[in-house]
């Protein structure tokens, strides 16, 4: 109600109802939400899911338009599987944004899912009688926060998620991701530092040299903390 204050609440789940963003319990994640929404009376009709870098794959994809030809983009998409991109899930669900077109190419940022991991929640969200569902994802979340919190706009923006025993590097152009890797680590905090400045290296390489033939380079670097061993 825009009317009224927004309400931010935070619940705490146990291991095993959610594990890597895949749910284990439905049901006692059902219980947990009905139980939020009775608590602090909310009767939401829409839900927006921020779904994590590790159930996403994002790639930028440049299609010679001859090679097109009747077909559509998502059809050219599920053609280059096993070709230039694997699904590392068995049912993909993906969607793409045309990022820029001229008359022999048209360039376009795929983003990938696990289907089988939205119709999980989207079965929770059903049977909480709300009908209207939307998936965001976290690169596009985190930029907003940090455009809001500085009034800043970066065309080349590189944003590094630290988490417990893992860290996300994405590349923003103006907002929009187009490039997207995770890496896993169990390592002590001391090797934990050197895999980061590793990888935030080796990405921003690729960007430049692989992605823009040289041309580009990631102008900031913007670091978000989610590890709870790490001080900022």
Known sequence: ???????????????QIIENGYIVDPEILLLKLKLLFKQNNLKPRSINLTIQDQ??????????KEELQKKSVLTYIHEQEGKRIHFP???????FYT???DETTVTVVVIIADENLLHDYHDIFDRLGIK??????????LYRLYEEETNKKIEQLMIVSLYNQMVTINVLENGIPVFGMIEESEDAVVNY????????ERVANYYKF????????VSDIVIFNFNKQLTN
């Open 55 to 64: 159930n996403l794959l994002i790639r930028e994809f440049v299609i010679q």
């Open 193 to 200: 530092f050197e895999l980061v400045e590793n990888y935030i």
């Open 89 to 95: 899930f068995d049912e993909a669900n993906i969607t």
């Open 132 to 141: 209207y569902v939307s998936f965001n994802i976290a690169p596009r979340v």
């Open 210 to 217: 692989n992605i823009k033939k040289g041309h580009v380079h």
């Open 99 to 101: 990022k820029s077109e």
């Open 1 to 15: 109600n825009k009317k009224e204050q927004p309400k931010k609440v935070l619940i705490e789940l146990e291991n």
